[in-house]
Nanobody, 118 residues
């Protein structure tokens, strides 16, 4: 089992920056990909960024050039640096771990609120 804890959300003005962190514990060897997802009120949850064990990254078109995903293997941590934030980035952000054997996201964090507003 993998346990994920996010932190770093908050209220920021448009154009501002935030950095989200996610620390994994437990059977982290089972993780192949770490992902950041978000869900805004009344909307479906959507993938924001992912980073694989090979350091390959992928981003939603809406955040390309503004968000950067990275990881620190020694700390079992993954980060999401969010720059040039827009009101439409407002959502609850979740960290997720993809199980390498099942090839699906099986573990999710509790979520952290990001609000972009003037």
């Amino acid at each position: 089992q993998v346990h994920l804890v996010e932190s770093g959300g908050g209220l920021v003005r448009p154009g501002g920056s935030l950095r989200l962190s996610c620390v994994a514990s437990g059977d982290t060897i089972c993780i192949s990909v770490m992902g950041w997802y978000r869900q805004a009120p009344g909307k479906e949850r959507e993938a924001v960024a992912t980073i694989g064990s090979d350091d390959n990254t992928d981003y939603a078109d809406s955040v390309k050039g503004r968000f950067t995903v990275s990881k620190d293997n020694a700390k079992n941590a993954v980060y999401l640096q969010m720059n040039s934030l827009k009101p439409e980035d407002t959502a609850v952000y979740y960290c997720a771990a993809k199980n390498r054997l099942l090839s699906k996201y099986t573990n999710w964090g509790q979520g952290t609120q990001v609000t972009v507003s003037s």
